[in-house]
T-cell receptor, first 112, second 114 residues
Framework: KAGVTQTPRYLIKTRGQQVTLSCSPI?????VSWYQQTPGQGLQFLFE???????NKGNFPGRFSGRQFSNSRSEMNVSTLELGDSALYLC???????????FGPGTRLTVT | AQSVTQLGSHVSVSEGALVLLRCNYS??????LFWYVQYPNQGLQLLLK??????LVKGINGFEAEFKKSETSFHLTKPSAHMSDAAEYFC????????????FGKGTKLSVKP
């Protein structure tokens, strides 16, 4: 089985712009979660989606949003980018909410 | 609220020596517990998890961890370190019944000396 795929792998954006990151889960997985990883704050939970519905949301401003499609693929969007949004964004998928998560390689976002 | 504390941001061992990475959790109810490993420029790989039943959990690559409720700990061990074990290790917790919202510790970077 193919693993979790994230696109793009690297991205450079300018402050004030917006960005959309994509995540394709492992085939058959219906739950997708997103995490932000920075040197200062470590790994922080952004949101969790299951069956196209947001089930949990972390403590991030409203500029961070996401969605899940009927094929379980997910996107996250960050609007009005700030320098502090530079991070590795990790997507994880699982069969359902009660199973362990498998992580993708991440998207490295740099905001200049 | 749940939280995870990993003691030691950096641990260095010699090849062949015991690896011990410490993790303590804070939760009113015993949660699910996980150890993940991250190699440079890669995502996270699940090493092992504790959800119930057996308190000694065996994972991949020779790692194991023991859940100790009385000590609220879930330390990761490996009897003999290998050079390929050099990576960053993360302990995480989630609520029972839902593994989609992981709370991670700050991570411990393991170095292995030849």
């Amino acid at each position: 089985k193919a693993g979790v795929t994230q696109t793009p792998r690297y991205l450079i954006k300018t402050r004030g712009q917006q960005v959309t990151l994509s995540c394709s889960p492992i085939s058959g997985h219906r739950s997708v979660s997103w995490y932000q990883q920075t040197p200062g704050q470590g790994l922080q939970f952004l949101f969790e989606y299951f069956s196209e519905t947001q089930r949990n949301k972390g403590n991030f401003p409203g500029r961070f949003s996401g969605r899940q499609f009927s094929n379980s693929r997910s996107e996250m969007n960050v609007s009005t980018l700030e320098l502090g949004d530079s991070a590795l964004y990790l997507c994880a998928s699982s069969f359902n909410r009660e199973y362990e998560q498998y992580f993708g390689p991440g998207t490295r976002l740099t905001v200049t | 609220a749940q939280s995870v504390t990993q003691l030691g941001s950096h641990v260095s061992v010699s090849e062949g020596a015991l690896v011990l990475l410490r993790c303590n959790y804070s939760s009113s109810v015993p949660p699910y517990l996980f150890w993940y490993v991250q190699y440079p420029n890669q995502g996270l790989q699940l090493l092992l998890k504790y959800t119930s039943a057996a308190t000694l959990v065996k994972g991949i690559n020779g790692f194991e961890a023991e859940f100790k409720k009385s000590e609220t700990s879930f330390h990761l061990t490996k009897p003999s370190a290998h050079m390929s074990d050099a990576a960053e290790y993360f302990c995480a917790v989630s609520e029972r019944g839902s593994q989609g919202n992981l709370i991670f510790g700050k991570g411990t970077k393991l170095s292995v000396k030849p």
